[in-house]
Nanobody, 116 residues
Framework: QVQLVESGGGLVQPGGSPRLSCVASGFAFRLKRMSWYRQSPEKERELVADISPSGNTINYAGSVKGRFTISRDNAKNLVFLQMNSLKPEDTAVYYC?????????WGKGTLVTVSS
C-alpha cells in the first residue's frame, strides 16, 4: 500500500532553515510527481511546491518562492523540502502528497512551528 512518512519538523526560530523529508513506498516513486502541501488552523491546505518525476520541472507557491527548495532522490524514494528564511506565517503542518491510480495519498504530516 502507498505510504508517505514526513519528518524534519519542529520548533524553529524565525530565519531558520530546516529540511523536511518524505519517504515513500508502495508505488513507482520515480514515475510520479511529488508535492508538499501545508495547512495551518487559519488557512485551507495549500500547495507549497511540487516536482516532476525527473526533477526537471518544479513549481512553487508565490509565498515561498526564493526561500524553499524542493528536491528528490529517486534511488531512495525520498522527497525533500529545504526551507530557508522561515517566517512565523510559515507555521503549519506540512504534508507530502502523491496521486497514484487516480487517488490522492497523504502522509500524516510534520508540524513546523516558527517562533522565537
Amino acid at each position: 500500500q502507498v505510504q508517505l512518512v514526513e519528518s524534519g519538523g519542529g520548533l524553529v526560530q524565525p530565519g531558520g532553515s530546516p529540511r523536511l523529508s518524505c519517504v515513500a513506498s508502495g508505488f513507482a516513486f520515480r514515475l510520479k510527481r511529488m508535492s508538499w502541501y501545508r495547512q495551518s488552523p487559519e488557512k485551507e491546505r495549500e500547495l507549497v511546491a511540487d516536482i516532476s518525476p525527473s526533477g526537471n520541472t518544479i513549481n512553487y507557491a508565490g509565498s515561498v518562492k526564493g526561500r524553499f527548495t524542493i528536491s528528490r532522490d529517486n534511488a531512495k524514494n525520498l522527497v525533500f523540502l529545504q526551507m530557508n528564511s522561515l517566517k512565523p506565517e510559515d507555521t503549519a503542518v506540512y504534508y507530502c502528497q502523491v496521486t497514484w491510480n487516480s487517488r490522492d495519498y497523504w502522509g500524516k504530516g510534520t508540524l513546523v512551528t516558527v517562533s522565537s
